[in-house]
């Protein structure tokens, strides 16, 4: 079976990342779920976006969790995008599609939870994190909630299977460069023995076809910035 197709913060390839028009047309061209980045801001809101900070998004720095929801949205991303409530994203994307949701503020981690479930969206959600706490949090909450830890290291990569286990994880997601790091061998044994625990595994970040060569018989899904390049090699 062909892995799905994962917009990475939408199809920042050529549009502005982690906005509405993003994942919309992420969608458009062909992709199977949506992944996207959330923070508390100032007012304890839920705003989707990927740095701590806006410099690279919009020139203009100014700290993401220090910040309020009025000020952060005035920001200008391009194409007339701004940065979106995570509730917003919610009903925008229609709630078929799956959604992998990254936690990258630790406190953000029980409110977008929250959030998932008043949508009753949470067939459809992966919660996502480098930060295992992150999933901690969630997984005190809820025995339901689908939580996937995000590599980000060697280390990261040894302790996967133990904390698999200890938050009955349901999904691990490496990156490709850890094919450039272990070798491409010990890379597909590593998704391998992912697999075989059970586990779902979506690799990051998958740009080019022979990227997607590599992982595409032994992953469950392809996160990817060019929805539109990756999905003409399914065809």
């Given at each position: 079976m062909k892995p799905i197709l994962v917009g990475h913060r939408g199809f920042p390839?050529?549009?502005p990342e982690n906005t509405i028009a993003s994942f919309l047309a992420a969608l458009?061209?062909?992709?199977?779920?949506i992944e996207l980045d959330v923070w508390l801001d100032r007012d304890r809101d839920l705003v989707v976006i990927h740095d701590p900070d806006t410099q690279r998004v919009a020139g203009e720095k100014l700290s993401v969790k220090e910040t309020s929801t009025s000020t952060l949205r005035s920001l200008d991303l391009g194409l007339a995008q701004r940065i979106p409530l995570l509730e917003e994203v919610l009903d925008a994307i229609p709630s078929a599609v799956p959604l992998f949701v990254e936690i990258k503020d630790v406190e953000a981690a029980?409110?977008?939870y929250e959030l998932v479930k008043k949508y009753d969206r949470l067939d459809k959600t992966m919660f996502i994190s480098f930060h295992p706490e992150a999933l901690e949090k969630i997984r005190e909450v809820s025995e339901e909630a689908r939580l996937g830890f995000i590599i980000g290291s060697l280390e990261a990569a040894?302790?996967?299977p133990r904390l698999a286990e200890r938050l009955r994880l349901q999904a691990v997601a490496p990156p490709i460069l850890?094919?450039?790091y272990l070798g491409k061998e010990k890379f597909i044994e590593?998704?391998?023995t992912i697999k075989s625990l059970g586990l779902y595994t979506a690799v990051w970040v998958i740009n080019t076809e022979e990227e997607y060569r590599l992982v595409k018989d032994y992953v469950d899904a392809i996160i990817t910035d060019n929805i539109e390049h990756i999905r003409t090699l399914q065809h």
């Amino acid at each position: 079976m062909k892995p799905i197709l994962v917009g990475h913060r939408g199809f920042p390839a050529k549009y502005p990342e982690n906005t509405i028009a993003s994942f919309l047309a992420a969608l458009y061209y062909g992709a199977d779920g949506i992944e996207l980045d959330v923070w508390l801001d100032r007012d304890r809101d839920l705003v989707v976006i990927h740095d701590p900070d806006t410099q690279r998004v919009a020139g203009e720095k100014l700290s993401v969790k220090e910040t309020s929801t009025s000020t952060l949205r005035s920001l200008d991303l391009g194409l007339a995008q701004r940065i979106p409530l995570l509730e917003e994203v919610l009903d925008a994307i229609p709630s078929a599609v799956p959604l992998f949701v990254e936690i990258k503020d630790v406190e953000a981690a029980v409110p977008a939870y929250e959030l998932v479930k008043k949508y009753d969206r949470l067939d459809k959600t992966m919660f996502i994190s480098f930060h295992p706490e992150a999933l901690e949090k969630i997984r005190e909450v809820s025995e339901e909630a689908r939580l996937g830890f995000i590599i980000g290291s060697l280390e990261a990569a040894e302790k996967a299977p133990r904390l698999a286990e200890r938050l009955r994880l349901q999904a691990v997601a490496p990156p490709i460069l850890g094919a450039k790091y272990l070798g491409k061998e010990k890379f597909i044994e590593y998704l391998k023995t992912i697999k075989s625990l059970g586990l779902y595994t979506a690799v990051w970040v998958i740009n080019t076809e022979e990227e997607y060569r590599l992982v595409k018989d032994y992953v469950d899904a392809i996160i990817t910035d060019n929805i539109e390049h990756i999905r003409t090699l399914q065809h």
